[in-house]
């Protein structure tokens, strides 16, 4: 079956859910496909419960709050969500006398767009294993996990984080607060974090509140069903200790995979997309990248820019679906369309 959209969102991350909002404002309909099983990209899968303090006008939200108002925004407007589907290809066609983007996904849908936008953050991603462990993946749920899906899990349990950057470092500030017991292992003693996070881990450490284990790697997961315990090798002893374990948290990082994106013949800096700045435009008409997928000078990859590229983008997908029309522009307590679906009374 081939679908017909305005414009084809590939990811379903902040930005990828924020171009709804701003495409619903002039009227254009999207269509979000994202491999994961839930909307939300990076800050629904991977730090939930981490508090975010950037986005403008909001001082604190934990990930999936940002992600639920996200939701909550763009339910006044019309859009289509496919999860758990990969986009596969893209390839350039001839429909209705126009040239048109037509896609696939793994589950064989067919969808047709003048304008695609790569919303897809680090690519299709999978955490870091723990590369010498033998399938640890056997305890997973059951004592071994690679983010943090819900704080409560951890209350009152001996819990072991393992890795030296941000979200180690993070959550043993966060998680200090309601674990039984908390011991960061890091296979050296120089963390790659921010510094105020890393200070804050130190502080903890010396009121004896987090149990810091430098330099350690993990050696091997003891249980049956669950995990029981856990040895970690000590590189100044060689020796290797046994420690009484409820959970493991193993926080390496992602493996970033571009996947298929490699394949669709835009021009790339590295594993992201060379934009213009003033479109957000790729190397090939009607694909625009957006948020932490793409690159230019100056990048940062925050929520907030995302933001701001998808809004232009959007400007130009509409250009390109009403050539020769001038962009509508206003404020949005002006914006008819808006006021409409929130049922404004004018
Ligand atoms: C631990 C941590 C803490 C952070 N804290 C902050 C913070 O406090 N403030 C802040 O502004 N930023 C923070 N960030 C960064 C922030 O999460 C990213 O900037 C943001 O998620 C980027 O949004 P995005 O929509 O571009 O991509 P993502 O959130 O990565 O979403 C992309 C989505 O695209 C999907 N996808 C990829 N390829 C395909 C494909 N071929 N087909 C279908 N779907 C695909 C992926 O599954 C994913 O769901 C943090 C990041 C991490 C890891």
Redesign the pocket.
């Known amino acids: 079956m081939m679908n017909k959209t305005d414009i084809l969102v590939?990811?379903?991350?902040?930005?990828?859910l924020f171009t709804v909002f701003e495409a619903g404002l002039l009227g254009l309909k999207c269509t979000l496909?994202?491999?994961?099983d839930k909307p939300g990209?990076?800050?629904a899968?991977?730090?939930p419960e981490?508090p975010?303090?950037?986005i403008p006008g909001v001082p604190f939200q934990t990930a999936q709050e940002h992600v639920d108002a996200l939701l909550d925004q763009i339910k006044p407007f019309d859009y289509d969500l496919h999860l758990s589907e990969?986009?596969d290809s893209i390839e350039e066609i001839d429909h209705e006398d126009e040239k048109f983007w037509k896609i696939k996904t793994t589950e064989d849908k067919e969808f047709v767009s003048k304008n695609i936008f790569i919303?897809?953050?680090?690519?299709?991603?999978e955490p870091r294993r723990p590369p010498n462990i033998d399938d640890p993946d056997k305890f997973l749920s059951n004592g071994v996990e690679y983010a943090v899906r819900s704080v409560e899990k951890y209350k009152d349990k001996n819990l072991f984080i393992f890795g030296g950057g941000?979200?180690a470092l993070?959550w043993t500030v966060e998680l200090s607060k309601i674990a039984k017991s908390i011991n960061l292992v890091h296979r050296r003693d120089a963390f790659r974090g921010a510094q105020h996070t890393e200070e804050q881990m130190r502080a903890l450490v010396k009121d004896r509140k987090v149990n810091l284990l430098t330099p350690y790697l993990i050696d091997s997961i003891v249980g049956d069903k669950k995990v029981d315990s856990v040895t970690l090798k000590n590189f100044e002893t060689n020796e290797i200790e046994s420690f009484e374990a409820d959970e493991l948290l193993f926080l390496f990082g992602l493996n970033k995979k571009l996947?298929?994106?490699l394949d669709w013949n835009i021009d790339l800096n590295g594993k992201k997309i060379q934009v213009n700045t003033e479109n957000f435009q790729t190397s090939r008409e009607g694909i625009f990248a957006?948020?932490?997928?793409n690159d230019y000078p100056g990048k940062l990859?925050?929520?907030?820019s995302?933001f701001h590229e998808t809004t232009l983008a959007v400007q130009e997908a509409y250009r390109r679906i009403h050539p020769g029309e001038r962009v509508p522009f206003g404020y949005t307590t002006s914006n008819s369309k808006l006021q409409e679906k929130l049922g404004v009374k004018k």
Not at 33 to 36: E, G
Not at 290 to 293: A, L, Q, T, Y
Not at 301 to 304: M, P
């Open positions: 590939i990811g379903a991350g902040p930005v990828g496909i994202d491999n994961l990209g990076q800050c899968e991977l730090y981490k975010i303090y950037d990969r986009v919303a897809a953050g680090a690519g299709s991603f941000d979200s993070d996947g298929p994106i957006v948020g932490d997928i990859d925050l929520i907030l995302g």
